[in-house]
Every structure is written in structure tokens, then in C-alpha cells.
């Protein structure tokens, strides 16, 4: 190591790899600190649902180097679906388990930084003693608004004893924290509701060029599921409560044009109740999910890609799904359906924006763009590859955390 070299700790339960599965974020990013001369560790958890392949696990910690990185992987239950109290019950085993994966962990060397991205704020407490007992940097990095989440999506109470105790951590976090960073562009807004006095660092997810070019082709069959000469709008990721999929579903069904189909590639737990919604439709077609580097391979099918949100208080804080991304890379238009302050959508020109849950504003966004030349549409579509790489390299990102440690 270099004078310059920092030892870096990124805390994320749901952390993933390219072996792994999702999520990536920190993949990348951490790959690019190695690339920068610094050791970076990723503490995860054995089990997520969104994992394709689970870690190997010999007792209750494991040490995998994976590309530079030093995953430490943390044993935890096995909970299922991503909704269910045993998903409350891994957050609480994780953060019970992280003092074990620091005491592993400083053995080799201390750290200069520890990034705590909030999932769940359950870990603040313990992440906060170690860094403070340690003298590193505390960095609280926010990707979801906890319990704030819970509230608006999950309809739970703002009085339930969870809601209470993982408010009073993330407000715990915040106050305490050396750096504040988020990926949610108007997040600012949402610290000040809190009555604190603070900044935070805006860092956006990103895409990994290399990844996008080196895209694997689809599995046969794949071209026989849609039928041909068809206008597609495809909707590729996480069959979630939060993608609000019933609004251009019931758009869908509206539509006359039996050309016109919509193709939802992905898994969930909405997606049963999504395929009863659109039982009766022939031109609504499920497919399942498919691997991260064939996710561009499914997006060259599609003629719009489609992506919406719910019409809550939440989205006004930011937005940064990662699937935006590899739609505005495939140079295919978007079709958006949000109340988002900040739509990049909107500011990179690359689609159209419509109401979030507004049937009637998809299904008129849907048609305006059926009615579009194919030049109109590609242009859009370039618009949003340009941005994306002008924007949102992990390269680029990495150099922001980079300055933070």
C-alpha cells in the first residue's frame, strides 16, 4: 500500500457479485477503489432473494476474495420472498453478527472508512461503535429511505415498534455521521424534514460498460415467445409492490391494437396477481427473469422500455433504479411513469413522462409512441445512451468515493 492507500469497509447485507447475482453497486465500486490502489472488504449476508447463486458458508463467518475484493460473508437465515417477518428477523441476526465480522476483519488491517449503505438501519449501532472505537470515518450511505419505505410502500404504521426504532436509528445515523452520501438526488430534502443540519453527497448508481458489451445472447426459444411484427413495450427487472405494474396493465388492456403487447420479463412476489390482472389479455406476455449480462439481449426486443413508480411522498426524494440504466445504454426510449422532481428521463430526453398511476396517461404515452417514426424513437434513444455514459460510469463514481475517503 501507498501513503495514499486506505483500508475501506463497505457494510451492505444485500451486496452482491457478478458470481452472486444482484445487487452490483457496490461491486463495481469497490472494484474500482482496488483498481485505485486502496483495500476495500464487503461484509454480506449468506441469503437474499435477489442472489441467483448463494455463497458458500463454513460457520457462521467466510472469507471470499472475489476480483480484488474481500467479501466477508456473514451466515444468516435462509427468509424466502423478499416480504415475511423472517426478512425482520435477518436484518436483526445481521446486525448481531457484524461485531464478529469486524473483530475477523481488523485483524488484517483497521480501517480508515466504513460505509454503512442503509438497507436497513438496524446495523447503525454497532457500526457507529466500531468506527468511533477505531477512529474511521463513518459514512452512512442512503439507497432506500428506511422506515420511511416501510410506511408509504409496506402500509405499516408510523407507530409500530419497528417503524419507531429503526426511525430513531436512521435519525442516529444521520446525526452521527461523518459523511452523509445518497443516490437519491433530492435526499437534502428529506434530512431537513428530520430537522437535521446537514448535507450529504449526491452519488447516483452507475452502469459497468464492460459488462453492457460483452452481453450474452438469449436462451433459444426466446425469439418464438413474442409473436413477430409486434410493437413491444417491455418492462425488464423486479416484479415488485413498488413498480406499480397494475396501472400499465389495465393501460394495456384498453389498447385495441392487438400489435401493440406488452412483455414483462422478470420474477416477484406481485407477479402472480399480475398474471391473474392480465389473464383475459393476449397481448400481455410474462417471461422470467434472465441473467444480469443477458439483460441487454432481452432490451434489444423491445420497441419502449417501461418503467414506473407509485404516487407517493417517497419518490419525491430521488430516484435511481438501476434498470433505468441499462434501458438509457440500449438506446431504446422510455416510457416513465413518475412524480419524481428530478426525472432523468425528462432531463437526459430520452422518452416520455407521464403521471405516476395515471391509466390513461400510459395508455395515451404507449400510443404516442406507436405513432412515432422509428427515427423519432431512435433519436430519443440515443439521447439517453449519451447521457448514461457521459454520467454514469462506475469509473466516474468511483472517483467520488475516492475524495470521500
Known amino acids: 500500500m501507498t501513503k495514499d492507500s486506505k483500508v475501506v469497509w463497505i457494510i451492505n447485507q444485500y451486496a452482491g457479485s457478478p458470481k452472486h447475482g444482484m445487487e452490483f453497486r457496490h461491486f463495481y465500486i469497490a472494484r474500482e477503489l482496488v483498481s485505485q490502489g486502496h483495500t476495500v472488504s ?24 472475489i476480483e480484488g475484493i474481500n467479501y466477508c460473508w456473514i451466515k444468516v437465515i435462509n427468509y424466502g420472498n423478499a416480504s415475511g417477518w423472517k426478512r425482520v428477523l435477518k436484518w436483526f441476526q445481521f446486525a448481531i453478527r457484524l461485531k464478529g465480522a469486524f473483530k475477523l476483519l ?9 460505509f454503512l449503505s442503509s438497507t436497513s438501519p438496524i446495523g447503525v449501532a454497532a457500526t457507529l461503535k466500531m468506527a468511533n472505537s477505531l477512529n474511521s470515518k463513518f459514512i452512512f450511505e442512503v439507497k432506500d429511505i428506511w422506515p420511511l419505505t416501510l410506511i408509504e410502500v409496506g402500509n405499516k404504521s408510523p407507530y409500530h415498534p419497528l417503524i419507531l426504532l429503526m426511525g430513531y436509528l436512521e435519525k442516529k445515523a444521520l446525526k452521527n455521521a461523518d459523511i ?59 416484479v415488485g409492490i413498488a413498480n406499480a405494474l ?21 420474477d416477484g412476489g406481485e407477479k402472480e396477481s399480475l398474471q391473474i390482472e392480465a389473464a383475459n389479455s ?18 434489444s426486443l423491445f420497441d419502449v422500455c417501461y418503467i414506473g413508480w407509485r404516487a407517493k411522498k417517497l419518490y419525491e ?34 422518452g ?8 390513461s396517461l400510459i395508455k395515451e404515452g404507449i400510443l404516442k409512441f406507436y405513432n412515432m417514426s422509428s427515427q423519432e ?27 470521500i475517503v
Do not use: W
Open 42 to 65: 464487503i461484509i454480506s449476508s449468506s441469503y437474499s432473494h435477489l442472489f441467483s447463486n448463494l455463497p458458500t458458508i463454513k460457520g457462521v463467518y467466510s472469507i471470499e476474495n
Open 106 to 114: 481488523k485483524k488484517e488491517s483497521k480501517p480508515d472508512a466504513i
Open 180 to 238: 452523509i452520501t445518497s443516490n437519491l438526488s433530492n435526499f437534502g430534502q428529506h434530512i431537513k424534514n428530520l430537522t437535521i443540519d446537514k448535507d450529504f453527497e449526491y452519488i447516483p448508481n452507475g452502469i459497468d460498460f464492460t459488462q453492457m458489451k460483452n452481453r450474452v445472447p438469449l436462451d433459444k426459444g426466446f425469439d418464438k415467445i413474442i409473436p413477430p411484427n409486434s410493437f413491444v413495450i417491455g418492462y425488464a427487472g423486479t
Open 246 to 266: 397494475e396501472f400499465v396493465i389495465k393501460a394495456m388492456k384498453q389498447i385495441k391494437d392487438k400489435k401493440i403487447v406488452l412483455v414483462i420479463v422478470g
Open 282 to 299: 393476449d397481448n400481455i406476455i410474462f417471461i422470467p427473469s434472465v441473467s444480469k449480462n443477458q439483460v441487454q439481449s432481452i432490451i
Open 317 to 350: 426524494f430521488g430516484i435511481s433504479p438501476n434498470k433505468l440504466f441499462d434501458y438509457m445504454y440500449s438506446s431504446t426510449p422510455i416510457l416513465h411513469s413518475t412524480n419524481t422532481p428530478l426525472d432523468l428521463v425528462s432531463l437526459a430526453n430520452c
Open 352 to 359: 416520455l413522462s407521464v403521471e405516476a398511476e395515471n391509466v
Open 377 to 403: 424513437r431512435a433519436d430519443l434513444g440515443a439521447n439517453g445512451k449519451k447521457y448514461v455514459i457521459e454520467n454514469h460510469s462506475y469509473s466516474e463514481l468511483a472517483k467520488r468515493y475516492d475524495s
